[in-house]
């Protein structure tokens, strides 16, 4: 050790003026402190020496390993020199590692033995554990990093790999380069470089290829819509030429109906030759040119033919009823081959969507046939009526969004979206189907809208227009508020509400709001808010049933056609089903028995759960039998047949029906009421739920 001291102190009295040291020339001696150290702290000290020049070695590799680290990231292309510098690097620092870690060990294990002898509490036994403690916190600093060295370089090479493989277009797996990290194999990376710039000329080709393929599908793109537009300018050509033709074959029509009249008062005899029958001319699209020519050939000149406006239309001269007006319309839509519809219940709107958006009119003017997925049964009738029953109960849901109001009392919905879609067009193009293929109609329009159909008028429509009819809304709390305000006072106090005076002011109202003007003004609003702001939907409403000529139908027959529109919002009774019900006669004890207990099941009239709600008897057994709910959807004329089970079947304990034929067939095996009742329960309970409705 040397002694220090004597220096220290020349230097104190030999301060300059300027604050400099003039230190003592005399060199510094070793001074021999003999017997106050013991041999072990001697091995002690010896050992500490080792172990901290290990430990300083270990911190001048791991540095000299970090700028080695950064001089690869900058130069990635392999070097085997650098490779074994590296290598050497690692066995240095894994010797002098297993050296310190093994003395540290040692060194731990001599100071637990000497705590458990009599010396615990020496000096030298903390002089052994402070030794230890500040060498091992030296150690795991220069290990910490050592680790922080390699995780830094190996993030900074897997992120140089992905850039690399970027560059290149090619996607290699995390897995991967995790394998070529671990083998320090980058020689891959350097041959898929080398691969991607030999490809390089042959990918430039490639693309000047698809570049030129590609100019030739724009121009082909453009010829294919330029195409289309001619081809929707002829479609429109057609139609206007489809509408004339229709129109021309009314009026020949018209006028053969008249001269058939005028013959039957009187008029000229003509050779009956000369004239198809009406049967033929009905039969074929052949017969109705070969009437044309045979009219024009028998008929009076132009000047002498009467005012074509004045002739009753040909559906008035057959039969004023509905049920004739509907046949003899159908009779003109429908023809060539069915038309099959095969629907899933539980898709039944979007497929129902899909369908009336992509059908022309040419092909909803063949007969429908509808199949359910995964249900037999044949279609003669009740499917297609099934099938509508449900469409629109689907579509006048109330979370569906397209329509509001009262039940059987509804009004399109102000819906932007529904309107951009043409949903309401989807919707009208669904009824007229409806009313072709079945006479079913769409009964729970409200009335004032019925009438805006026929005559395109708010102020026609407005007398048929109660305020129980409007949807609810704070529109319709306001007017029911200016409705009741029939003092001057109060309607003033309600005009000093900001709510009120800005519907008001939207509605469209100019004139001067006073007590004296409350009526106009209440009309003003409710022809806006049922006409103006739906006045979008009520147009794609019409479209749609425009289609197939049932809205011009409608409009020759508006007080007939009601019913299939309008409909009175009271529940089925049990007198107007028994107005339409026909039952068998009674040739046995049995079927009296059984006659007994169905009317008084009628009688009962039970509500029938079906789990998420309860639907009457008397329409659950309507709907189960003809397949529909309420009596205006039938056809005119339309009877219920109640019959009866063979005798001697006693495992005939469930009434059957025939959506198609309109028929029941009741049990007679039943003894009790209660039996009888229980089992025709379940019976509409299935069938209910069969015919979809949930």
């Avoid at 083998?183 to 691969?195: F, H, I, L, N, W």
Wanted: proline share 3%.
């Amino acid at each position: 050790m040397k002694d220090r001291l004597k220096e220290l102190r020349t230097a104190a009295r030999l301060l300059t003026s300027d604050n400099e040291l003039e230190l003592d020339p005399e060199p510094a001696r070793e001074i021999q402190i003999e017997g106050t150290l013991s041999s072990s702290l001697r091995d002690l000290f010896l050992q500490v020496d080792q172990v901290q020049d290990s430990i300083n070695k270990l911190e001048v590799i791991i540095t000299g390993l970090r700028y080695l680290y950064i001089d690869r990231i900058m130069n990635p292309l392999p070097n085997p020199e650098q490779r074994g510098t590296l290598e050497s690097m690692r066995v240095e620092i894994k010797t002098h590692f297993s050296s310190v870690h093994a003395k540290l060990y040692n060194m731990a294990r001599e100071i637990e033995e000497e705590q458990r002898g009599s010396h615990r509490h020496s000096t030298e036994l903390r002089i052994r554990k402070a030794q230890h403690a500040h060498l091992s916190r030296k150690f795991m600093s220069v290990m910490e990093d050592y680790n922080q060295v390699q995780v830094e370089y190996r993030e900074n090479r897997k992120q140089q790999m992905v850039r690399k493989y970027k560059i290149i277009g090619l996607n290699r797996a995390p897995e991967e380069l995790e394998q070529m990290l671990d083998e320090y194999d980058v020689s891959v990376c350097a041959q898929d470089a080398q691969e991607c710039s030999v490809t390089e000329e042959r990918k430039s080709r490639e693309a000047e290829d698809v570049e030129a393929q590609h100019n030739d599908i724009i121009k082909t793109e453009k010829t294919f819509q330029d195409f289309c537009f001619e081809l929707a300018k002829m479609v429109l050509l057609v139609d206007e030429q489809e509408d004339l033709t229709d129109n021309i074959k009314f009026n020949v029509r018209s006028a053969h109906e008249y001269d058939k009249e005028s013959m039957s008062d009187g008029g000229p005899s003509r050779p009956a030759e000369n004239c198809p029958s009406s049967s033929q001319s009905d039969s074929d699209s052949d017969s109705d040119l070969g009437l044309d020519v045979c009219l024009s050939s028998t008929l009076p000149t132009v000047s002498a033919l009467p005012d074509l406006s004045t002739v009753p239309s040909a559906a008035a001269t057959e039969s004023q009823s509905l049920e004739g007006i509907l046949n003899l319309h159908s009779e003109d839509i429908l023809q060539g081959s069915h038309l099959c519809l095969q629907v899933s219940r539980k898709d039944l709107f979007s497929q129902a969507v899909s369908f009336y958006k992509t059908m022309s009119s040419k092909k909803l003017s063949r007969p429908l046939w509808v199949e359910f997925e995964g249900e037999g049964g044949v279609d003669a009738g009740g499917l297609t009526r099934e099938f509508f029953t449900q469409l629109f109960k689907k579509i006048t849901a109330p979370g569906r969004g397209l329509f509001e109001g009262p039940p059987r009392k509804l009004w399109p919905v102000h819906n932007v979206m529904a309107v951009r879609t043409r949903m309401f067009k989807f919707v009208g193009t669904a009824i007229a189907h409806s009313i072709v293929q079945c006479g079913m109609g769409f009964t729970c329009l409200s009335p004032a809208l019925y009438r805006y159909l026929i005559c395109e008028s708010e102020e026609d429509a407005m007398t048929e227009m109660v305020m129980e009819d409007m949807p609810e809304s704070e529109t319709k709390a306001m007017l029911i508020e200016l409705g009741n305000a029939h003092e001057r006072d109060a309607f003033q106090l309600l005009l000093e509400r900001c709510d009120i005076i800005e519907m008001i002011s939207g509605s469209g109202w100019t004139g001067t709001i006073s007590f004296n003007q409350r009526e106009a003004i209440l009309q003003c609003v409710l022809i806006n808010e049922m006409f103006y702001k739906r006045r979008a939907a009520i147009d794609h409403f019409c479209d749609g049933l425009a289609r197939l000529d049932v809205l011009e139908l409608m409009k020759r027959n508006a007080n007939v056609m009601r019913t299939l529109f309008v409909t009175k919002t009271t529940p089925l009774t049990l007198q107007e089903l028994h107005d339409i019900m026909v039952i068998e006669e009674l040739h046995s004890e049995k079927r009296e028995r059984a006659e007994v207990f169905f009317q008084q099941l009628l009688f009962d009239n039970t509500d029938i759960d079906l789990g998420e709600g309860t639907v009457g008897f008397l329409p659950a057994l309507l709907q189960f039998t003809t397949a529909v709910d309420t009596v205006e959807q039938l056809p005119q004329g339309t009877y219920i047949t109640v019959g009866f089970h063979e005798e001697g079947d006693e495992t005939a304990t469930m009434p059957m029906s025939s959506t198609c034929t309109f028929s029941l067939t009741l049990p007679i095996v039943h003894t009790e009421y209660e039996s009888f009742k229980r089992d025709f329960i379940k019976t509409l309970e299935f069938g209910i739920q069969g015919f979809g409705v949930e």
